[in-house]
T-cell receptor
Framework: QKEVEQNSGPLSVPEGAIASLNCTYS??????FFWYRQYSGKSPELIMSIYSNGDKEDGRFTAQLNKASQYVSLLIRDSQPSDSATYLC??????????FGAGTRLFVKA | EAQVTQNPRYLITVTGKKLTVTCSQNMNHEYMSWYRQDPGLGLRQIYYSMNVEVTDKGDVPEGYKVSRKEKRNFPLILESPSPNQTSLYFC???????????FGSGTRLTVV
């Protein structure tokens, strides 16, 4: 069974700090990796995608991928209260399927 | 505006009464998928479609049917709903299977 694991949290950080969200996956041949943000009562929204080892930055967000360790992370710099949400890690494993982790709840305290 | 439109947003029904949740996208995406979201279990894939008339099972297909007669539409059918199908359902689309999804706004289904 292919799996994507995330710490459910909640992760609580003060405003202005760096929030670090982590995800591990079981299938070594996974090809594409995504982070979604889901506000309470809303649908998931794609915020980052990463396909190769290393870092990818987009504004305050940085995605990091280490395929050897089967590990992907999301860093949120200068965290704001509006970043409080559940963050979903998703992995495209091939075979037309994307598997989601259960999500990490993030609280940013003002 | 590029979007995935799901209807209805909320639905309460009784066990065994057939229902359809509609999904339509206006982005000309090839790939569409249905997920259900349950507390602690995350998003689990029900069915997906790679193109018109091409569909396949995801991880939790039991009790569900889909069809893809037109590129933009991908309805989810529950022929005989049961209480264990009470969940939050999301339709999603992407240009291809390996890309990031655009999600619909969700359908909260309660089967009593």
């Amino acid at each position: 069974q292919k799996e994507v694991e995330q710490n459910s949290g909640p992760l609580s950080v003060p405003e202005g700090a760096i929030a670090s969200l982590n995800c591990t996956y079981s299938d070594r041949v996974s090809q594409s990796f995504f982070w979604y943000r889901q506000y309470s009562g809303k649908s998931p929204e794609l915020i980052m995608s990463i396909y190769s080892n290393g870092d990818k930055e987009d504004g305050r967000f940085t995605a990091q991928l280490n395929k050897a360790s089967q590990y992907v992370s999301l860093l949120i710099r200068d965290s704001q209260p509006s970043d409080s949400a559940t963050y979903l890690c998703a992995v495209y494993t091939g075979g037309f399927k994307t598997i989601f982790g259960a999500g990490t709840r993030l609280f940013v305290k003002a | 505006e590029a979007q995935v439109t799901q209807n209805p947003r909320y639905l309460i029904t009784v066990t065994g009464k057939k229902l359809t949740v509609t999904c339509s996208q206006n982005m000309n995406h090839e790939y569409m998928s249905w997920y259900r979201q349950d507390p602690g279990l995350g998003l689990r894939q029900i069915y997906y479609s790679m193109n018109v008339e091409v569909t396949d099972k995801g991880d939790v297909p039991e009790g569900y049917k889909v069809s893809r007669k037109e590129k933009r539409n991908f309805p989810l059918i529950l022929e005989s709903p049961s209480p264990n199908q009470t969940s939050l359902y999301f339709c999603a689309s992407s240009p291809g299977a390996s890309g990031g999804y655009t999600f619909g706004s969700g359908t909260r289904l309660t089967v009593v």
